[in-house]
């Protein structure tokens, strides 16, 4: 391979990854929010029995919401990899750039439930009948180093793009 078609090739790579960088992020985004959303509907709410999605009602009530709560996991699921197939179809998948979202994806979920769902709204806890605050404190910690771990993998793809096209457009110059 010449010189000059491996700058094609690496200013093709880099035109790819640029245009499709937003969509990677989005996919991870969907597919880790979904996952862990899919993990906790199934850990506790099916296997340990500990809280519903929605527990200040029968039941039966928290049963039906457990259920709109796992089809909501899985559409979010299911669209990240129908995007995901369609990233690597186009051979514009940045499996980097992809993690870092599905570790802030993860993360700003487990956060929400954590801050918003369980202590705002009151909608659930993770457990009743004991001291909440070591998995209050669990819950949230994770979220946060799954965001900043995230954010580091993101943040490092972002930089690698800008300094591909300086070097892109330094060579076309």
Do not use: C
Not at 46 to 68: A, E, N, P, R
């Amino acid at each position: 391979m010449t010189a000059e078609n491996v700058n094609l090739k690496n200013h093709s790579n880099y035109a790819t990854r640029s245009a499709y960088s937003a969509r990677n992020l989005w996919s991870g985004f969907l597919f880790g929010l979904g996952l862990v959303a899919f993990i906790d509907e199934t850990v506790f709410h099916q296997l340990l029995h500990w809280h519903h999605f929605y527990d200040k009602s029968t039941t039966d009530i928290g049963l039906v919401s457990d259920g709109l709560f796992h089809a909501f996991s899985w559409f979010a699921t299911i669209g990240s990899l129908f995007m995901f197939a369609d990233l690597r179809r186009r051979n514009a998948l940045w499996l980097t750039r992809w993690w870092g979202g599905v570790l802030l994806g993860a993360g700003i979920f487990q956060l929400y439930d954590g801050t918003i769902q369980h202590k705002l709204m009151r909608l659930h806890q993770i457990r009743y009948n004991v001291n909440i605050l070591p998995y209050d404190l669990t819950w949230n910690f994770i979220a946060i180093a799954l965001i900043v771990a995230g954010t580091i993998l993101i943040v490092r793809t972002r930089r690698r793009l800008q300094q591909q096209g300086e070097t892109v457009s330094y060579e076309h110059q």
